[in-house]
């Protein structure tokens, strides 16, 4: 037998106790029920037999509402309850098998003259206080929230709200906080208003000074209705909202039902129910502006990786234009722009620290002859050759570099011109012995200098050329040291073996 055949059954049972009388039968069924296990019926809180007979002869529990207060709550154009009321009151029903149903009305007022005159059994949330005491009893708390007070954004910050004097607060007539604070606050004004939504606006149109407004639907009206001059400037504590369902007097059982109810709420299903809603209210009424917002992120996106793509190309492009501009097309040696660029700062840091730096400036000899000889793809490939070849025979530290046409320069790090001079004469020995396809042996001439703490980059390739223009005038095929090296003035010769 499935729940709702149960429930039918029940039902036509009690149309039967209408008509006979309720004790005689209501005994008979106790005694049934008694007998049945508990899980008979599909309840997530386990009911008392009383409980479950109540829930079976109250099919439907009408319940009203305030029409006007969302996120709390409110009756759409559909007529249906929707907020967050709403929803725990559905997980409460369901947690309870109660089915509770809308009595839909204008205005809250009018729900409370409702639920007196009894067409309705409860009052979905309410603070509790003396006056309604008078015909309702209260469930646990279903929702609790703090109630803070909302001011113009010039108004200071409120400490003490006894302690004011000549101030306005509007607040909505018939509502807890409204009787309370008559009662408690005699120091402020009351300006009575049918509905929150317009206590905020006597208080943004400089019509009052203050409201007092549930902390959750401030920030939610706030944002909504574009209240951008209002803030929230304290809170009364003692003054909260307990929001609880109020329950005419006479439904003890129901009252009971409901807190199981409540109880039974977890946290996990009130956040769900509170980020639905506090969410929910932003993306519907701005759901335009949220699809023109994803279209310009959509593009915003593209732009920034179409940029981030073209800023990687170009780095790479500069990259190279940076490699290329600093190497020689024919030899890939560095070029003398590239030397350049770091030979001034090697300098100053041998200089600084001591440390010796000499220049080798060499030149192919009658380089014209071979060209003019030979062609000039033979004198390209011969300075090819000649730059693996000085380039093979030198410390990776060193750097060597095309000078100029038939011209290299070495800079050797760490060497003196000694040192450099010797060098040279091995380079100048490799090259003399070295087989030119085509051509035979070619000779280099030499000029080296070591750099003083005087020089700089150009002072210093200007000695060593001036050694260079002296090996090619003392005959070639040599090298040529500077002599003005303080302690050792020398200029050696290397005469061809
Ligand atoms: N094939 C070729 N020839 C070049 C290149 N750059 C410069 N030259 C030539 O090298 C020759 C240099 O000649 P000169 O400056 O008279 O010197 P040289 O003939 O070597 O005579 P000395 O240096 O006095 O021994 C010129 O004919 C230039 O055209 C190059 O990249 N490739």
Redesign the pocket.
Known sequence: MDSASVFADIRRVFTLFRLTGYRLWSILLLLLLGSLPLNAYPLQVPLSVTEQVYVSAHPVVPVCVDPDWLPFEAIDKHQKHVGIIADLLALVGNKTGLQIQLHPTHSWDESLIASQSGQCLVLSALNQTPERDEWLIFTDPLLEDPNVLITREDHPFISDLASLTNKTIALQRGTAMAELFARDFTNLTMIDTDTEPEAMQMVSDGKADMTLRSLVVAAHTIKSAGWYNLKVSGQIPGYDNQLRIGVVKSEQTLRNILNRGIAAISEQERQQVMDRHLSLKVVSETITDYTFAYGLGILLLAVIGTSLFWMRRLKAVNKQLNITAQTDA?TQLTNRHGLNLTLETDLERAQRYQHPLSVIMM??????????QYG?????K??VECSRLLKDNLRKSDIICRW???EFLVLCFETTQEQAALLAQLLLEKIRHHPFPDIGTITV?AGVAQALATDNAETLTQRADTMLYEA?HNG?DRVCVANIIPDKPATMEAAPS
């Open positions: 024919l030149d192919i000899d009658h380089f014209k002859q071979i060209n003019d000039h793809l033979a004198g390209d011969v300075l100029g046409g038939e001439s090619k070639r």
